[in-house]
Structure formats: structure tokens, C-alpha cells
Nanobody
Framework: VQVVESGGGSVQAGGSLRLSCAASGFSVVNRCMAWFRQAPGTERELVAHIGRFGGSTDADSLNGRFTISRDSAKNILYLEMNTVKPEDTAMYYC???????????????????WGQGTQVTVST
């Protein structure tokens, strides 16, 4: 099982980024997949998750700026980030649960597989 995030970098406020999460050893379709982020000195927080039936949810505080999606053929999870703000600066992690969840959990301990993260830095 392997999870590898990519696509992070430095961007100016108001810009866009697309993060990718390539999974191997399991399917991104038949389980809950999520993006979390963690800034220094803070806890890991949910950004968005998507369930096995395709319904997706992003954190209320994002006001629809971010969109989670997946490509079943490539087995990749994405996070489209638009109108980014300096407070979006953080390490972004892709997480996956084991199969069986009907509703996706929002807390990180319920996610079993993690990548090393990709850093996003938003400047003014």
C-alpha cells in the first residue's frame, strides 16, 4: 500500500493549485478518501472527503473554494484549490480508510493510509 501526494508549491493569494494523490495497492473508489491539512503548531484538519458512492464534502470554512475528485482509471485523488488565501498555507495530506464506511469520517485517526504530504505556501 502506498500513497504519494504531489502538486504542492508556492502560489500567490487568489491563485489556484491542483494536488494529486496517487494510490497503489488499493482502490480510491471503494472507500473514503480525504484531504487533510496541517499547519505548524496545529492539529490535522479535514479539508474535503469523498465516499465510495461519490458524494463529496468540503469543510464549511472553505466556502466552496476547494473541490475533491478522483479518477478511477488512474486511481488518483485530486484536490482543486481555487482563490487560495495565506491561511491555506499548510502541509496537505491524502488519507484513505479501509473499506466498509457508509458515511465518511471527519477525524484523521479513522484514516488508515497516509502519504508523506505536499507543502502548499500561499503568499500575499
Amino acid at each position: 500500500v502506498q500513497v504519494v501526494e504531489s502538486g504542492g508549491g508556492s502560489v500567490q493569494a487568489g491563485g489556484s493549485l491542483r494536488l494529486s494523490c496517487a494510490a497503489s495497492g488499493f482502490s480510491v473508489v471503494n472507500r473514503c478518501m480525504a484531504w487533510f491539512r496541517q499547519a505548524p503548531g496545529t492539529e490535522r484538519e479535514l479539508v474535503a472527503h469523498i465516499g465510495r458512492f461519490g458524494g463529496s464534502t468540503d469543510a464549511d470554512s472553505l466556502n466552496g473554494r476547494f473541490t475533491i475528485s478522483r479518477d478511477s482509471a488512474k486511481n488518483i485523488l485530486y484536490l482543486e484549490m481555487n482563490t487560495v488565501k495565506p491561511e491555506d498555507t499548510a502541509m496537505y495530506y491524502c488519507g484513505a480508510t479501509r473499506v466498509g464506511w457508509k458515511s465518511c469520517p471527519t477525524a484523521s485517526p479513522w484514516y488508515n493510509y497516509w502519504g508523506q504530504g505536499t507543502q502548499v505556501t500561499v503568499s500575499t
